[in-house]
Each structure stands twice: as C-alpha cells, then as structure tokens.
C-alpha cells in the first residue's frame, strides 16, 4: 500500500492541477497569473501510515489531514474558515501558511472526490440557476468533518470547528454537519486557491477548496465566532480533517 500510495503522488500532483469544475473568475492581478510558478511537493514519510507534503501531514489509513494554522478572529463578522495571508484574512476565523496544493494532493491521494453540486451551471458568463447533477457516491465521498485542535495551559482540546461559530439570526451554534470538499480550478497554470488564498469558507465561493453546505451559506452578515469559545488570537492551533461518512466496522462473530 506504502509503495503504491507513494507511486500515485506523481499523478495525483498533476491530477490536482486539473479539476473538473470550469475556472471561475477570481479578481486576480495579471502580475501575479503571469509570474506564478506551481510547487513541486515534497513528500516524505514520517511512519507505516502518516505522510507529509509541506506542511500537510495525512494517513492513508484513516483518511485524517492535518495542517497548522492560528486564530485570526476572536469577534467580528467572518466568512471564511481558513485563508492564506495574503487572502481574506479580515474575515477568516484562522490563517495558515500552508500550500493550498499540498492540500488539494492529500485529498486526492486520500480518495476524496469534489462536488460541485453547490454551484449554478454557468452559460455565457451567467449562472444558469441549474445545478449539475451530482451522484450520491460523489456526494458521500465529497463530505468532510473539520475538526480544531489546540493546547490550552498544557491541555489538548479538540472540537468540532461548527462549535466555534453562531448564526446572528437564530443566535445558536453553526448546525453540526459536514463540509464539502468543492475542489477549485486552475488560472495560468497555477491552482487557483494558492493565488487567492482561499482555502474553507462559509460564503460560497467557486475559488475555494471547500464551501460550506449548510443554511445561511449565502448570507453576508449572519456568522460570528464565540468569543467565549475561541482562544485568544494567535493562538497556535492544527485544523484536522476527516471523512464524515466513516466506514462501518462489521461485529465481531
């Protein structure tokens, strides 16, 4: 399986450069299309099972990604989860230093399949309002728990990142659920995340890698984080990943 996993990375490297979905149109300046440059990742193994490309440590047995980041917000409107710095950060509730490619790579090598169910058809530049048609496998496959973690005064918290956020309108906790890995395209050779910075976001945003499917993923001025919650800002924190749909276990005979 080690061997195996280690020959895809090759494919999966350009696989990830190529997603399904049509480019959007993010407000790029030609500058930054004309001189970007993709990033060769570097994997190394770290044990039987756990992998790292940049920063972007996963398991090939659990499906778990791992990634630092640290509290950007501790109050304030956002609408964004995860941003690079050079991204939303005004409204990101954490930043990180990562490449989004490495990210986009471990989902690929991990089997997670992006689902563009959320987004309208475009025609002629429009959204059309029809949405493409999504199987449930890819649907199952696309969903994803995101989960924080932290130290807090020699102790370690993990909790589901939907518990650090409320809703203003109804004034209760983001909807436990899951997330959807949307995937994103590729502008001048470069994929498009690693040149807008958008990584997970509650507004819905084709250049994102993952969206929000939940009620209110259109509204504006609705999510808040929980200022008795979230720790202070800057804290160090590690944003993991995993499958919502886990495997079923048979029973022992």
Not at 24 to 51: G, H, R
Not at 135 to 160: C, L, M, Q, Y
Not at 212 to 231: A, I, L
Request: hydrophobic fraction near 40%; glycine fraction near 6%.
């Amino acid at each position: 399986m080690i061997t195996r996993l280690l020959l895809l990375i090759p494919a999966c490297a350009a696989f990830a450069l190529a997603e399904e979905m049509p480019p959007p149109t993010p407000s790029i300046p030609p500058a930054a299309t004309e001189n970007a440059k993709p990033t060769l990742p570097s994997v190394s193994q770290i044990d039987e099972n756990t992998f790292k490309i940049g920063e972007v440590t996963f398991n090939q047995k659990n499906r778990e990604i791992r990634f630092p980041c640290k509290v950007n917000m501790t109050e304030g409107l956002i609408e964004c989860i995860i941003v690079l710095q050079q991204g939303k950060a005004h409204e990101s509730l954490f930043i990180t230093e990562i490449c989004p490619t490495h990210l986009n790579l471990a989902f690929k090598l991990l089997r997670y399949t992006p689902s563009p169910e959320l987004f309208s058809l475009m025609e002629d530049g429009h959204m059309t309002g029809i949405y493409p048609a999504v199987s449930p496998i890819i649907k199952s496959r696309a969903r994803i728990d995101i989960e924080v973690e932290w130290n807090d005064h020699g102790t370690t918290r993990r909790f589901p990142i939907n518990e650090w956020i409320q809703n203003s309108n109804s004034k209760a906790t983001m909807t436990a659920g899951p997330w959807l890995y949307t995937g994103a395209a590729v502008q001048a050779g470069k994929f498009i995340p690693d040149l807008t910075g958008d990584i997970a976001t509650i507004m819905l945003v084709r250049a994102a890698m993952i969206n929000y499917p939940g009620s209110d993923n259109g509204e504006e001025t609705v999510w808040f984080p929980f200022p008795e919650k979230v720790p202070p800002l800057g804290t160090p924190t590690t944003l993991i990943i995993t499958p919502h749909f886990k495997p079923q276990i048979p029973p022992k005979p």
